[in-house]
């Protein structure tokens, strides 16, 4: 891996970069992957890169909403598993629920390069697609679930996500908060919570809120939506 | 190559994304390239995928200006080489000037590369760096130049850059034209000419338009990248 020294003043950027580079290699993550990360740095840029107001109150209750549900599930992709895998892990100790690997670019040595990274992280509930099990509704490989996770989850933390699966989770009655950086993405529109922020930035503090919640009222999704478009239009660059 | 059918709503966005994980195959492309590709992507997406009335006048300006000058040169790297080669090499022609290839993540292997995916596309006077001439100024593998190429020109055509080249180049007394989808990026603001558009729109428009000049007066780069800026902050998406 390429050494970035701290002191530069995009560190946080080069090192996920760094990560990514390093999954392709280790067969977590495609050559798509990483075009995929290329979007979400610059959305991060544009948004200036800090975590806000509307994303904490996000997270705040997105915390509240995964500890009250009776089976949460945390959707991971080979991008979310290289940048975040530790706090995926710690998440699902938290909520005692599994984490699923959840592919488009799919293959049984993306699974296992996915799984073995997570429990290399200390996870000691991964779930991968189980054969016949499907989301209906879905086309690509992400219809592909396993039964006692995605299939039965009444909550869906998604990541990092294409659109089309964000609705056809609400259409099977799910609850979903996504973490999404373009606010106008449709996951991001369809989501019950979403969290704009870059992943790397909001998962330790998702993991601090699931330890010490607190009761969020109030809490609107359409104003969250609203407030990030409007950082992303207007920040100072 | 996967296929994609031309009816998608994203096929042109597909295509490109295609052709730079092929060129990361063939070594034209580095995993950087490809994370570079995705923020391109993320802001043409911003700016809504269009060739805007203020790219259309940098363009005319830009043909005039390389036009009017004593020693165009092309500069050009991985990613510019894989979506745009016979762009290039057509507007070359036009000129009857070199095109060099410039790589920050730089090796013979992929100099060689880049330069026989030109040559395949008709291209006849395509340098790279030659041993010890450097650009000073510029700290990375992007200092090393062709002394009848990029250190002898008077203007340069640069596409998808970091910033610091364009700042070294004009610091050289060369006048620089830049391609460049971020109005607010250090290359975007130091160059003469900025053109905020797509690569693989503007440059055949490029092409067309150093065939047939007009001249352009009272041109202001300022106007342009503010007009981008203005577009990218309040487009609809």
Known sequence: MTETPKSHPRYASLVS??????????GVCTPHSLIAHGRGEAL???????TFPFAHEAIAKSAQLLLESKKPVLSLNGNTAALCA???VALSAVLNCPI???LFHASE????????LLERNGAKNVLVPDGGCVLSGLGSNRRNVHPEGLYAADIVLVALEDGD????????GKRVIAIDLNPLSRTAQ??????VDNIIRCMPLLVAAAKQPKSVTNYDNADMLQAAEIQMRTAKK
Do not use: P, Q
Not at 44 to 50: A, R
């Open 17 to 26: 970069r760094n990560k990514i580079v390093e999954a392709m290699k280790s």
């Open 44 to 50: 991060d840029y544009l948004l200036g890169e800090t």
């Open 86 to 88: 530790i706090d995926f």
């Open 100 to 102: 699923e690997v959840n």
């Open 109 to 116: 040595a993306r699974y296992d390069a996915i799984k073995h």
């Open 165 to 172: 699966r964000c609705e056809v989770l609400k259409a099977h």
């Open 190 to 195: 369809m989501a019950d919570v979403t969290i």
